[in-house]
Protein backbone atom coordinates (compact mmCIF):
# COMPACT_ATOMS: atom_id res chain seq x y z
CA UNK A 1 0.00 0.00 0.00
CA UNK A 2 2.79 2.62 0.79
CA UNK A 3 4.11 1.98 -2.71
CA UNK A 4 1.26 3.59 -4.36
CA UNK A 5 0.36 5.88 -1.70
CA UNK A 6 3.63 7.44 -2.56
CA UNK A 7 2.63 7.44 -6.16
CA UNK A 8 -0.46 9.19 -5.87
CA UNK A 9 1.75 11.94 -3.87
CA UNK A 10 4.16 12.29 -6.54
CA UNK A 11 1.40 12.71 -9.12
CA UNK A 12 -0.25 16.08 -7.51
CA UNK A 13 2.52 17.95 -9.58
CA UNK A 14 1.60 18.18 -12.90
CA UNK A 15 -2.08 16.41 -12.96
CA UNK A 16 -5.23 16.96 -11.64
CA UNK A 17 -6.68 13.60 -10.31
CA UNK A 18 -10.04 12.44 -8.85
CA UNK A 19 -9.76 13.66 -5.65
CA UNK A 20 -10.14 17.61 -7.25
CA UNK A 21 -13.23 16.21 -9.35
CA UNK A 22 -15.35 18.89 -6.75
CA UNK A 23 -12.48 21.84 -7.21
CA UNK A 24 -12.96 20.82 -11.80
CA UNK A 25 -16.95 21.02 -11.14
CA UNK A 26 -16.35 24.68 -9.39
CA UNK A 27 -14.11 25.89 -12.51
CA UNK A 28 -16.68 23.92 -14.95
CA UNK A 29 -19.46 25.96 -12.90
CA UNK A 30 -18.19 29.10 -12.70
CA UNK A 31 -16.27 29.46 -16.00
CA UNK A 32 -12.73 30.28 -14.06
CA UNK A 33 -10.69 29.64 -11.63
CA UNK A 34 -11.80 31.31 -8.59
CA UNK A 35 -9.05 31.73 -5.62
CA UNK A 36 -9.59 28.72 -3.60
CA UNK A 37 -7.95 26.44 -5.80
CA UNK A 38 -4.64 28.89 -6.25
CA UNK A 39 -3.04 26.77 -3.56
CA UNK A 40 -3.65 23.30 -5.47
CA UNK A 41 -3.03 24.35 -8.85
CA UNK A 42 0.43 25.87 -7.11
CA UNK A 43 1.33 22.46 -6.45
CA UNK A 44 0.63 21.55 -9.86
CA UNK A 45 2.47 24.18 -11.76
CA UNK A 46 5.61 22.96 -8.75
CA UNK A 47 6.22 26.63 -7.16
CA UNK A 48 5.25 24.96 -3.78
CA UNK A 49 5.44 21.46 -2.51
CA UNK A 50 3.22 19.22 -1.75
CA UNK A 51 2.29 19.16 1.80
CA UNK A 52 1.50 15.30 2.66
CA UNK A 53 0.61 14.99 6.36
CA UNK A 54 -1.48 12.04 8.15
CA UNK A 55 -3.61 11.41 10.78
CA UNK A 56 -5.29 8.06 12.70
CA UNK A 57 -8.63 8.89 10.79
CA UNK A 58 -6.80 8.86 7.01
CA UNK A 59 -4.78 5.68 8.15
CA UNK A 60 -8.25 3.55 9.45
CA UNK A 61 -9.55 4.81 6.06
CA UNK A 62 -6.37 2.72 4.45
CA UNK A 63 -6.70 0.27 7.33
CA UNK A 64 -10.37 -0.72 5.86
CA UNK A 65 -9.33 -0.14 1.95
CA UNK A 66 -6.15 -2.75 2.34
CA UNK A 67 -8.99 -5.29 4.29
CA UNK A 68 -11.31 -4.88 1.46
CA UNK A 69 -8.90 -5.10 -1.56
CA UNK A 70 -7.52 -8.70 0.44
CA UNK A 71 -11.01 -9.77 0.43
CA UNK A 72 -11.75 -9.44 -2.79
CA UNK A 73 -8.19 -10.51 -4.26
CA UNK A 74 -9.35 -14.30 -2.29
CA UNK A 75 -12.32 -14.81 -4.94
CA UNK A 76 -10.63 -13.15 -7.97
CA UNK A 77 -6.93 -12.18 -8.37
CA UNK A 78 -7.30 -10.15 -11.31
CA UNK A 79 -8.45 -7.03 -9.25
CA UNK A 80 -6.49 -4.40 -9.21
CA UNK A 81 -5.33 -1.71 -6.35
CA UNK A 82 -5.01 1.56 -6.97
CA UNK A 83 -4.24 1.38 -10.75
CA UNK A 84 -2.88 5.26 -12.20
CA UNK A 85 -5.21 6.10 -15.10
CA UNK A 86 -3.95 9.12 -17.26
CA UNK A 87 -6.51 10.74 -19.47
CA UNK A 88 -5.38 11.17 -23.25
CA UNK A 89 -8.54 12.57 -24.17
CA UNK A 90 -9.28 15.87 -21.07
CA UNK A 91 -5.61 15.82 -20.45
CA UNK A 92 -4.14 19.00 -21.22
CA UNK A 93 -0.42 20.91 -22.05
CA UNK A 94 0.04 22.32 -18.81
CA UNK A 95 -2.26 19.98 -16.52
CA UNK A 96 -2.90 15.99 -16.99
CA UNK A 97 -5.85 14.80 -15.88
CA UNK A 98 -5.66 10.77 -14.11
CA UNK A 99 -7.61 9.05 -11.45
CA UNK A 100 -6.66 6.29 -8.57
CA UNK A 101 -9.97 4.16 -7.86
CA UNK A 102 -9.35 2.25 -5.33
CA UNK A 103 -10.13 -1.20 -6.80
CA UNK A 104 -10.93 -2.51 -10.53
CA UNK A 105 -11.66 -5.43 -12.08
CA UNK A 106 -11.16 -5.38 -15.88
CA UNK A 107 -13.65 -8.50 -17.00
CA UNK A 108 -12.72 -9.92 -19.96
CA UNK A 109 -14.94 -12.65 -20.53
CA UNK A 110 -17.54 -9.88 -19.95
CA UNK A 111 -16.58 -6.73 -21.20
CA UNK A 112 -17.41 -5.07 -18.00
CA UNK A 113 -14.61 -2.55 -15.84
CA UNK A 114 -15.68 -2.98 -12.93
CA UNK A 115 -14.34 -0.11 -10.40
CA UNK A 116 -15.00 0.34 -7.21
CA UNK A 117 -14.21 3.51 -4.64
CA UNK A 118 -13.68 2.97 -0.89
CA UNK A 119 -15.14 5.71 1.45
CA UNK A 120 -15.13 5.22 4.99
CA UNK A 121 -17.15 7.93 6.50
CA UNK A 122 -19.39 8.62 9.62
CA UNK A 123 -22.19 9.84 7.11
CA UNK A 124 -24.30 7.67 5.61
CA UNK A 125 -24.51 6.25 2.15
CA UNK A 126 -26.95 9.61 0.73
CA UNK A 127 -24.31 11.94 2.48
CA UNK A 128 -21.48 10.07 1.13
CA UNK A 129 -22.31 9.79 -2.46
CA UNK A 130 -23.06 13.50 -2.87
CA UNK A 131 -19.81 14.67 -1.16
CA UNK A 132 -17.43 12.29 -3.45
CA UNK A 133 -20.20 11.58 -6.78
CA UNK A 134 -17.32 14.33 -8.27
CA UNK A 135 -14.76 12.25 -7.23
CA UNK A 136 -16.20 9.02 -8.73
CA UNK A 137 -17.16 10.82 -12.14
CA UNK A 138 -13.91 11.85 -13.19
CA UNK A 139 -13.11 7.84 -12.58
CA UNK A 140 -16.36 7.12 -14.42
CA UNK A 141 -14.87 9.37 -17.50
CA UNK A 142 -11.68 7.86 -17.38
CA UNK A 143 -12.96 4.07 -16.95
CA UNK A 144 -15.23 5.18 -20.35
CA UNK A 145 -11.90 6.08 -22.07
CA UNK A 146 -9.99 3.03 -21.21
CA UNK A 147 -13.51 0.83 -22.15
CA UNK A 148 -13.64 3.08 -25.84
CA UNK A 149 -9.99 2.07 -26.29
CA UNK A 150 -11.02 -1.63 -25.38
CA UNK A 151 -13.92 -2.07 -27.44
CA UNK A 152 -16.88 -0.61 -28.69
CA UNK A 153 -19.16 -3.06 -27.03
CA UNK A 154 -17.19 -2.49 -23.55
CA UNK A 155 -19.23 -1.46 -20.53
CA UNK A 156 -18.60 0.30 -17.00
CA UNK A 157 -19.71 -0.07 -13.49
CA UNK A 158 -18.77 2.56 -10.40
CA UNK A 159 -19.52 0.94 -7.09
CA UNK A 160 -19.15 2.93 -4.02
CA UNK A 161 -18.01 1.14 -1.16
CA UNK A 162 -19.23 2.72 1.80
CA UNK A 163 -17.89 1.40 5.48
CA UNK A 164 -19.74 3.29 8.29
CA UNK A 165 -17.60 4.68 10.85
CA UNK A 166 -20.10 5.13 13.27
CA UNK A 167 -18.63 3.78 16.94
CA UNK A 168 -15.33 3.46 16.15
CA UNK A 169 -12.62 4.46 18.89
CA UNK A 170 -9.64 5.56 16.45
CA UNK A 171 -7.50 5.37 19.71
CA UNK A 172 -8.21 1.31 20.25
CA UNK A 173 -6.58 -1.48 17.71
CA UNK A 174 -8.09 -1.32 13.85
CA UNK A 175 -10.98 -3.42 13.65
CA UNK A 176 -12.34 -4.43 10.05
CA UNK A 177 -16.17 -5.62 10.63
CA UNK A 178 -17.75 -6.66 7.72
CA UNK A 179 -20.92 -5.68 8.82
CA UNK A 180 -20.41 -1.95 8.51
CA UNK A 181 -19.48 -2.42 4.81
CA UNK A 182 -21.81 -2.17 2.06
CA UNK A 183 -21.63 -1.80 -1.77
CA UNK A 184 -23.83 0.70 -4.12
CA UNK A 185 -23.78 0.98 -7.61
CA UNK A 186 -23.56 4.28 -9.06
CA UNK A 187 -24.81 6.32 -12.11
CA UNK A 188 -23.71 9.36 -14.17
CA UNK A 189 -24.72 11.49 -16.99
CA UNK A 190 -22.14 12.80 -18.80
CA UNK A 191 -23.68 16.01 -18.58
CA UNK A 192 -22.65 16.32 -14.66
CA UNK A 193 -20.72 18.44 -15.65
CA UNK A 194 -18.44 19.72 -18.19
CA UNK A 195 -14.31 17.97 -17.20
CA UNK A 196 -13.19 19.12 -20.79
CA UNK A 197 -14.40 23.02 -20.29
CA UNK A 198 -12.48 22.71 -16.42
CA UNK A 199 -9.85 21.59 -17.89
CA UNK A 200 -8.73 24.09 -20.61
CA UNK A 201 -9.82 26.79 -18.07
CA UNK A 202 -7.14 25.33 -16.13
CA UNK A 203 -4.72 24.90 -18.69
CA UNK A 204 -5.17 28.93 -19.64
CA UNK A 205 -4.65 29.87 -16.22
CA UNK A 206 -1.46 27.91 -15.70
CA UNK A 207 0.22 29.50 -18.62
CA UNK A 208 0.51 32.65 -16.75
CA UNK A 209 0.54 31.56 -13.42
CA UNK A 210 4.11 32.45 -12.40
CA UNK A 211 4.03 33.24 -8.63
CA UNK A 212 2.10 32.12 -5.52
CA UNK A 213 1.85 33.38 -1.98
CA UNK A 214 0.50 31.43 0.99
CA UNK A 215 -0.81 33.76 3.69
CA UNK A 216 -1.12 37.35 4.45
CA UNK A 217 2.66 38.88 4.67
CA UNK A 218 5.51 38.23 2.35
CA UNK A 219 9.30 38.70 2.03
CA UNK A 220 9.73 41.64 -0.33
CA UNK A 221 12.49 39.40 -1.98
CA UNK A 222 9.49 36.90 -3.57
CA UNK A 223 8.24 39.69 -5.31
CA UNK A 224 8.20 39.56 -8.93
CA UNK A 225 11.33 41.44 -10.46
CA UNK A 226 8.82 44.41 -11.79
CA UNK A 227 6.78 44.89 -8.22
CA UNK A 228 10.32 44.52 -6.41
CA UNK A 229 12.07 47.35 -8.34
CA UNK A 230 9.15 50.02 -7.97
CA UNK A 231 8.74 48.53 -3.95
CA UNK A 232 12.59 49.33 -3.70
CA UNK A 233 11.83 52.89 -5.79
CA UNK A 234 8.95 53.32 -3.15
CA UNK A 235 11.20 52.37 -0.37
CA UNK A 236 14.07 54.79 -1.01
CA UNK A 237 11.07 57.83 -1.14
CA UNK A 238 9.80 56.55 2.14
CA UNK A 239 13.00 56.31 3.69
CA UNK A 240 14.26 59.84 2.65
CA UNK A 241 11.06 61.27 3.77
CA UNK A 242 11.44 59.97 7.23
CA UNK A 243 15.68 61.65 7.11
CA UNK A 244 13.63 64.78 6.10
CA UNK A 245 11.08 64.86 9.13
CA UNK A 246 13.92 64.24 11.29
CA UNK A 247 15.80 67.45 10.19
CA UNK A 248 12.97 69.27 10.08
CA UNK A 249 12.08 67.95 14.12
CA UNK A 250 16.13 69.09 15.00
CA UNK A 251 15.63 72.09 13.19
CA UNK A 252 12.42 72.82 15.20
CA UNK A 253 14.28 72.07 17.95
CA UNK A 254 17.13 74.82 18.08
CA UNK A 255 15.04 77.71 16.49
CA UNK A 256 12.35 77.09 19.57
CA UNK A 257 15.53 77.13 22.07
CA UNK A 258 17.26 80.31 20.10
CA UNK A 259 14.05 82.47 20.10
CA UNK A 260 13.50 81.68 23.86
CA UNK A 261 17.07 82.70 24.47
CA UNK A 262 16.76 86.31 22.68
CA UNK A 263 13.07 86.79 23.54
CA UNK A 264 11.64 86.70 20.08
CA UNK A 265 7.43 85.39 19.88
CA UNK A 266 7.58 85.29 16.31
CA UNK A 267 9.35 85.17 12.80
CA UNK A 268 7.59 86.36 10.14
Not at 4 to 32: F, H, P, W
Request: net charge negative.
Amino acid sequence: MEDYKIEIVNTRKGCLGGSDGYLLRQIATMGYVPRSAYKRLAIVKGLIENESFSSRAMQFGDFIEQNIYNNLSLNEERYESNPLWVSEKYSKKNCKLICHPDFVLVDEKNHIINCYECKATKFDVKATKETYRSQMFIEWLLAHEKAENLGSDWRVQIFLCHYNTCGVNLDEDFVFDVDKLSIHKMAFKRKFFDVNNAMTIVNAFLEGFTEYYDGDEIESEYLPDKVKQEFSNITSVLKEIKEREIMVDEFKKRLCSFMQDKGIKSIK
